[in-house]
Protein backbone atom coordinates (compact mmCIF):
# COMPACT_ATOMS: atom_id res chain seq x y z
CA UNK A 1 0.00 0.00 0.00
CA UNK A 2 1.36 3.29 -1.28
CA UNK A 3 1.95 6.05 1.68
CA UNK A 4 -0.79 8.01 0.36
CA UNK A 5 -3.78 6.63 1.46
CA UNK A 6 -1.96 5.39 4.83
CA UNK A 7 -1.47 9.43 5.47
CA UNK A 8 -5.36 10.06 4.26
CA UNK A 9 -6.53 7.71 7.02
CA UNK A 10 -4.46 9.62 9.66
CA UNK A 11 -5.93 12.88 8.11
CA UNK A 12 -9.60 11.52 8.33
CA UNK A 13 -8.71 10.36 11.85
CA UNK A 14 -7.44 13.53 12.93
CA UNK A 15 -10.79 15.73 10.88
CA UNK A 16 -13.31 13.47 12.43
CA UNK A 17 -12.46 14.01 15.92
CA UNK A 18 -12.14 17.80 15.55
CA UNK A 19 -14.51 18.06 18.57
CA UNK A 20 -11.77 17.14 21.15
CA UNK A 21 -9.61 19.34 22.17
CA UNK A 22 -5.90 19.34 20.48
CA UNK A 23 -4.11 19.37 23.94
CA UNK A 24 -5.99 16.60 25.46
CA UNK A 25 -5.19 15.19 22.24
CA UNK A 26 -1.93 15.17 21.85
CA UNK A 27 -1.09 14.60 25.65
CA UNK A 28 -2.76 11.18 25.37
CA UNK A 29 -1.28 10.38 22.24
CA UNK A 30 2.36 10.91 23.10
CA UNK A 31 1.75 8.59 25.94
CA UNK A 32 0.31 6.01 23.71
CA UNK A 33 3.11 6.51 21.26
CA UNK A 34 6.17 6.42 23.61
CA UNK A 35 7.90 3.12 23.32
CA UNK A 36 6.79 1.80 19.98
CA UNK A 37 7.78 -2.03 20.62
CA UNK A 38 8.60 -4.39 17.87
CA UNK A 39 5.11 -5.74 16.33
CA UNK A 40 3.69 -8.65 17.20
CA UNK A 41 1.67 -10.80 14.84
CA UNK A 42 -0.22 -13.62 15.29
CA UNK A 43 -2.80 -15.01 13.11
CA UNK A 44 -5.07 -18.29 13.78
CA UNK A 45 -7.54 -19.91 11.54
CA UNK A 46 -9.27 -23.16 11.87
CA UNK A 47 -12.09 -25.00 10.76
CA UNK A 48 -12.64 -28.01 13.47
CA UNK A 49 -15.47 -29.00 15.54
CA UNK A 50 -13.86 -29.98 18.89
CA UNK A 51 -11.98 -29.83 21.90
CA UNK A 52 -8.08 -29.27 20.08
CA UNK A 53 -9.34 -25.94 18.01
CA UNK A 54 -10.20 -24.62 20.64
CA UNK A 55 -7.47 -25.39 23.32
CA UNK A 56 -5.30 -23.97 20.77
CA UNK A 57 -7.40 -20.49 20.01
CA UNK A 58 -7.39 -20.17 23.69
CA UNK A 59 -3.61 -20.75 23.59
CA UNK A 60 -3.06 -18.34 20.93
CA UNK A 61 -5.05 -15.78 22.88
CA UNK A 62 -3.08 -16.33 26.34
CA UNK A 63 0.27 -16.06 24.39
CA UNK A 64 -0.61 -12.72 22.46
CA UNK A 65 -2.26 -11.02 25.77
CA UNK A 66 -0.45 -12.26 28.40
CA UNK A 67 -2.64 -13.66 30.80
CA UNK A 68 -4.59 -16.92 31.21
CA UNK A 69 -8.36 -17.83 30.44
CA UNK A 70 -11.02 -18.91 32.31
CA UNK A 71 -11.91 -22.22 30.66
CA UNK A 72 -15.08 -22.11 32.61
CA UNK A 73 -16.77 -18.86 30.64
CA UNK A 74 -15.30 -19.41 27.83
CA UNK A 75 -17.60 -21.51 25.70
CA UNK A 76 -18.20 -21.22 21.74
CA UNK A 77 -21.58 -20.40 20.36
CA UNK A 78 -21.64 -21.58 16.95
CA UNK A 79 -20.24 -25.47 15.71
CA UNK A 80 -18.26 -26.19 14.08
CA UNK A 81 -15.99 -23.37 15.67
CA UNK A 82 -14.10 -21.49 12.95
CA UNK A 83 -12.44 -18.66 13.39
CA UNK A 84 -9.61 -16.07 11.87
CA UNK A 85 -7.58 -13.68 14.49
CA UNK A 86 -5.30 -11.14 13.30
CA UNK A 87 -3.56 -9.33 15.97
CA UNK A 88 -1.01 -6.39 16.23
CA UNK A 89 0.99 -4.57 19.38
CA UNK A 90 2.42 -1.67 18.40
CA UNK A 91 3.43 -0.47 21.49
CA UNK A 92 2.99 -1.71 25.48
CA UNK A 93 -0.42 0.24 25.80
CA UNK A 94 -1.82 -0.27 22.47
CA UNK A 95 -3.06 -3.13 20.36
CA UNK A 96 -5.36 -4.30 17.80
CA UNK A 97 -7.50 -7.59 16.74
CA UNK A 98 -9.34 -8.39 14.05
CA UNK A 99 -11.83 -11.72 14.77
CA UNK A 100 -13.55 -13.31 12.36
CA UNK A 101 -16.25 -16.38 12.36
CA UNK A 102 -18.15 -18.39 14.87
CA UNK A 103 -19.50 -16.59 17.78
CA UNK A 104 -17.78 -17.36 21.05
CA UNK A 105 -17.04 -16.07 24.69
CA UNK A 106 -13.79 -15.27 26.44
CA UNK A 107 -13.10 -13.97 29.66
CA UNK A 108 -9.83 -13.54 31.36
CA UNK A 109 -9.20 -15.62 34.97
CA UNK A 110 -10.49 -12.87 37.59
CA UNK A 111 -6.97 -13.07 39.45
CA UNK A 112 -4.96 -12.83 36.62
CA UNK A 113 -2.07 -10.62 36.92
CA UNK A 114 -2.87 -7.73 34.25
CA UNK A 115 -6.39 -8.30 33.54
CA UNK A 116 -7.43 -5.27 34.70
CA UNK A 117 -4.62 -2.76 33.44
CA UNK A 118 -6.98 -2.44 29.50
CA UNK A 119 -9.82 -1.55 27.97
CA UNK A 120 -10.88 -2.89 25.11
CA UNK A 121 -13.19 -1.43 22.46
CA UNK A 122 -15.57 -3.73 20.53
CA UNK A 123 -16.87 -2.26 17.01
CA UNK A 124 -18.94 -5.18 15.60
CA UNK A 125 -20.29 -5.64 11.87
CA UNK A 126 -23.34 -7.76 11.83
CA UNK A 127 -25.00 -8.55 8.99
CA UNK A 128 -27.31 -6.67 7.09
CA UNK A 129 -25.98 -3.66 8.94
CA UNK A 130 -23.48 -1.37 7.84
CA UNK A 131 -23.65 0.44 11.65
CA UNK A 132 -21.13 -1.15 13.90
CA UNK A 133 -21.92 -1.68 17.33
CA UNK A 134 -19.67 -0.03 19.58
CA UNK A 135 -19.04 -1.31 23.13
CA UNK A 136 -16.42 -1.24 25.90
CA UNK A 137 -15.60 -4.06 27.79
CA UNK A 138 -12.25 -4.98 30.58
CA UNK A 139 -10.81 -8.41 31.02
CA UNK A 140 -12.57 -8.81 34.26
CA UNK A 141 -15.80 -10.03 32.95
CA UNK A 142 -16.87 -12.58 29.66
CA UNK A 143 -16.01 -11.51 26.50
CA UNK A 144 -18.68 -12.36 24.15
CA UNK A 145 -17.44 -12.17 20.49
CA UNK A 146 -20.69 -12.86 18.42
CA UNK A 147 -20.84 -10.45 15.87
CA UNK A 148 -19.33 -12.08 12.07
CA UNK A 149 -16.59 -9.59 12.21
CA UNK A 150 -15.30 -7.92 14.99
CA UNK A 151 -12.00 -4.95 15.20
CA UNK A 152 -11.11 -5.17 18.92
CA UNK A 153 -8.63 -2.21 20.07
CA UNK A 154 -7.18 -2.84 23.04
CA UNK A 155 -5.48 0.15 25.31
CA UNK A 156 -4.40 1.27 28.53
CA UNK A 157 -6.37 1.81 30.96
CA UNK A 158 -4.44 3.88 33.26
CA UNK A 159 -3.18 5.86 29.67
CA UNK A 160 -7.30 6.29 28.84
CA UNK A 161 -8.16 7.35 32.04
CA UNK A 162 -5.71 10.17 32.67
CA UNK A 163 -7.94 11.95 30.12
CA UNK A 164 -11.81 10.11 30.27
CA UNK A 165 -11.84 9.30 34.06
CA UNK A 166 -13.17 6.14 35.45
CA UNK A 167 -14.85 4.27 32.67
CA UNK A 168 -15.87 0.94 34.45
CA UNK A 169 -19.51 1.36 34.39
CA UNK A 170 -19.72 1.45 31.10
CA UNK A 171 -18.43 -1.84 30.01
CA UNK A 172 -20.76 -4.46 28.27
CA UNK A 173 -22.75 -2.07 27.49
CA UNK A 174 -23.51 -0.85 23.90
CA UNK A 175 -21.43 3.36 23.90
CA UNK A 176 -24.57 5.52 22.59
CA UNK A 177 -22.80 7.06 19.47
CA UNK A 178 -24.71 8.55 16.52
CA UNK A 179 -24.96 6.40 13.68
CA UNK A 180 -23.32 8.17 10.92
CA UNK A 181 -20.40 8.82 13.59
CA UNK A 182 -20.12 5.15 14.44
CA UNK A 183 -20.29 4.34 10.80
CA UNK A 184 -17.52 6.56 10.13
CA UNK A 185 -15.70 5.91 13.19
CA UNK A 186 -16.08 1.88 12.44
CA UNK A 187 -15.11 2.23 8.60
CA UNK A 188 -12.23 4.02 9.28
CA UNK A 189 -10.68 1.61 12.50
CA UNK A 190 -11.29 -1.16 9.93
CA UNK A 191 -9.31 0.27 7.19
CA UNK A 192 -6.38 1.06 9.20
CA UNK A 193 -5.68 -2.01 10.92
CA UNK A 194 -5.77 -3.08 7.36
CA UNK A 195 -3.05 -0.44 6.53
CA UNK A 196 -1.19 -1.50 10.04
CA UNK A 197 -1.21 -5.31 8.79
CA UNK A 198 0.43 -4.13 5.43
CA UNK A 199 2.86 -1.48 6.87
CA UNK A 200 6.48 -1.18 7.01
CA UNK A 201 6.78 1.93 7.91
CA UNK A 202 7.46 3.11 11.54
CA UNK A 203 6.38 6.92 10.73
CA UNK A 204 3.57 5.91 8.91
CA UNK A 205 2.31 3.58 11.49
CA UNK A 206 2.37 6.27 14.04
CA UNK A 207 -0.11 8.26 11.81
CA UNK A 208 -2.28 6.14 12.07
CA UNK A 209 -1.80 5.51 15.78
CA UNK A 210 -2.17 9.03 16.64
CA UNK A 211 -5.32 9.51 14.43
CA UNK A 212 -6.93 5.97 16.01
CA UNK A 213 -6.10 6.91 19.49
CA UNK A 214 -7.43 10.64 18.49
CA UNK A 215 -11.00 9.19 17.08
CA UNK A 216 -11.35 6.68 20.85
CA UNK A 217 -10.79 9.96 22.57
CA UNK A 218 -13.91 11.77 20.45
CA UNK A 219 -15.89 8.49 21.29
CA UNK A 220 -14.94 8.75 25.21
CA UNK A 221 -14.90 12.78 25.45
CA UNK A 222 -19.08 12.67 26.10
CA UNK A 223 -18.98 9.62 28.11
CA UNK A 224 -17.69 11.72 31.10
CA UNK A 225 -19.84 14.25 31.23
CA UNK A 226 -22.90 12.15 30.45
CA UNK A 227 -23.31 12.29 34.66
CA UNK A 228 -22.85 16.17 34.89
CA UNK A 229 -25.12 16.73 31.53
CA UNK A 230 -28.19 15.08 33.39
CA UNK A 231 -27.69 17.95 35.90
CA UNK A 232 -29.04 15.36 38.74
CA UNK A 233 -27.36 17.01 41.55
CA UNK A 234 -29.09 15.90 44.82
CA UNK A 235 -28.66 12.56 43.51
CA UNK A 236 -24.68 12.88 43.01
CA UNK A 237 -24.48 14.41 46.42
CA UNK A 238 -26.21 11.62 47.81
CA UNK A 239 -23.93 9.18 45.90
CA UNK A 240 -21.12 10.88 46.81
CA UNK A 241 -21.64 11.20 50.68
CA UNK A 242 -22.66 7.52 50.56
CA UNK A 243 -19.01 6.59 49.30
CA UNK A 244 -17.46 9.08 51.93
CA UNK A 245 -19.50 7.08 54.80
CA UNK A 246 -17.97 3.91 52.96
CA UNK A 247 -14.93 4.58 52.41
CA UNK A 248 -13.97 7.67 54.84
CA UNK A 249 -10.99 5.63 56.82
CA UNK A 250 -9.33 4.70 53.59
CA UNK A 251 -6.10 6.98 53.59
CA UNK A 252 -6.08 7.18 49.64
CA UNK A 253 -9.34 8.97 49.35
CA UNK A 254 -9.80 12.20 47.98
CA UNK A 255 -11.99 14.16 45.76
CA UNK A 256 -10.47 12.68 43.00
CA UNK A 257 -10.71 9.21 43.53
CA UNK A 258 -14.82 10.31 44.75
CA UNK A 259 -15.10 11.80 41.11
CA UNK A 260 -13.72 9.32 39.34
CA UNK A 261 -16.27 6.84 41.08
CA UNK A 262 -19.01 9.10 39.75
CA UNK A 263 -17.64 9.64 36.39
CA UNK A 264 -18.19 13.48 36.42
CA UNK A 265 -15.27 16.15 36.36
CA UNK A 266 -13.28 16.88 39.92
CA UNK A 267 -14.35 20.75 39.23
CA UNK A 268 -18.33 19.36 39.10
CA UNK A 269 -17.93 17.63 42.33
CA UNK A 270 -16.67 20.79 44.07
CA UNK A 271 -19.59 22.63 42.91
CA UNK A 272 -22.08 20.25 43.41
CA UNK A 273 -20.33 20.64 47.30
CA UNK A 274 -20.53 24.32 47.13
CA UNK A 275 -24.37 24.85 46.74
CA UNK A 276 -24.56 22.85 49.39
CA UNK A 277 -22.24 25.18 51.29
CA UNK A 278 -20.22 22.29 52.57
CA UNK A 279 -16.62 20.99 51.68
CA UNK A 280 -15.19 17.50 49.74
CA UNK A 281 -12.21 17.20 52.08
CA UNK A 282 -14.41 18.85 55.10
CA UNK A 283 -17.25 15.76 55.08
CA UNK A 284 -13.87 13.13 55.12
CA UNK A 285 -11.97 14.73 57.90
CA UNK A 286 -15.36 15.54 60.05
CA UNK A 287 -15.89 11.67 60.02
CA UNK A 288 -12.16 10.47 60.45
CA UNK A 289 -12.45 13.34 63.48
CA UNK A 290 -15.69 11.71 64.93
CA UNK A 291 -14.40 8.13 64.94
CA UNK A 292 -11.38 9.18 66.71
CA UNK A 293 -13.33 10.93 69.26
CA UNK A 294 -15.26 8.03 69.92
CA UNK A 295 -12.33 5.92 70.06
CA UNK A 296 -10.44 8.20 72.53
CA UNK A 297 -13.38 7.58 75.03
CA UNK A 298 -13.02 4.16 75.12
CA UNK A 299 -11.92 1.87 78.31
CA UNK A 300 -10.61 -0.79 75.88
CA UNK A 301 -8.33 0.91 73.35
CA UNK A 302 -6.94 3.19 76.09
CA UNK A 303 -2.99 1.30 75.48
CA UNK A 304 -4.00 2.47 71.72
CA UNK A 305 -1.19 5.35 71.06
CA UNK A 306 -2.57 9.00 70.07
CA UNK A 307 -0.63 7.50 66.93
CA UNK A 308 -2.05 4.29 66.57
CA UNK A 309 -5.63 5.90 66.92
CA UNK A 310 -4.79 8.68 64.13
CA UNK A 311 -3.27 6.15 61.96
CA UNK A 312 -6.70 3.91 62.44
CA UNK A 313 -8.72 7.25 61.53
CA UNK A 314 -7.07 7.38 58.15
CA UNK A 315 -4.52 9.90 59.35
CA UNK A 316 -0.93 9.83 58.00
CA UNK A 317 0.31 12.31 60.01
CA UNK A 318 -0.31 12.55 63.99
CA UNK A 319 0.43 16.65 63.71
CA UNK A 320 -2.26 16.73 61.45
CA UNK A 321 -4.78 14.56 63.44
CA UNK A 322 -3.97 16.81 66.57
CA UNK A 323 -4.60 19.49 64.53
CA UNK A 324 -7.64 18.78 63.24
CA UNK A 325 -9.19 17.55 66.57
CA UNK A 326 -8.37 20.41 68.25
CA UNK A 327 -10.06 22.38 65.35
CA UNK A 328 -13.32 20.59 66.36
CA UNK A 329 -13.56 19.71 69.59
CA UNK A 330 -11.31 22.91 71.49
CA UNK A 331 -9.29 20.32 72.96
CA UNK A 332 -6.14 18.23 72.27
CA UNK A 333 -6.42 14.78 71.25
CA UNK A 334 -4.34 13.86 74.69
CA UNK A 335 -6.17 16.28 77.13
CA UNK A 336 -9.32 15.32 76.18
CA UNK A 337 -7.99 11.41 76.38
CA UNK A 338 -7.22 12.38 80.10
CA UNK A 339 -10.58 13.67 80.51
CA UNK A 340 -12.52 10.91 79.26
CA UNK A 341 -10.59 8.47 81.56
CA UNK A 342 -11.05 10.51 84.29
CA UNK A 343 -14.86 10.90 84.22
CA UNK A 344 -15.60 6.49 83.62
CA UNK A 345 -15.22 5.90 87.44
CA UNK A 346 -17.66 8.58 88.28
CA UNK A 347 -19.92 7.37 85.69
CA UNK A 348 -19.19 4.06 86.89
CA UNK A 349 -20.40 5.07 90.76
CA UNK A 350 -23.72 6.92 89.45
CA UNK A 351 -24.67 3.60 87.15
CA UNK A 352 -24.08 1.28 90.19
CA UNK A 353 -25.73 3.58 92.86
Request: hydrophobic share 40%; net charge positive; proline share 5%.
Amino acid sequence: MTSVPQNSLAAIGRLISLGLGAEQRQKLTKQIESGFSPRTFNEFSETKQGKEAWDSYLALLRNFFGFAFDPARCRTLQSPFEVTLKAIAVTPNLAFARVQGSAHQVAALPKASNSNLFYDFHFARRPGSDVPEIRLFDWLQPVPLDASDTLVVIISRAKLETITGNLSHLCGQQLEVDERYARLVGDFFFSAFDSLMHNDSVQVEASIVAAMVNLLMGICSPLKTSNEKQGNRPTLLRLALRYIDTNYLDPKISPSTISAKLNISQSYLYDIFAAQNISVSDEIWDRRISRAHKMLQEASLSKKSISEIASACGFTSQAHFSRRFKERYGISPTAFRKTASARRPHRLAEANG
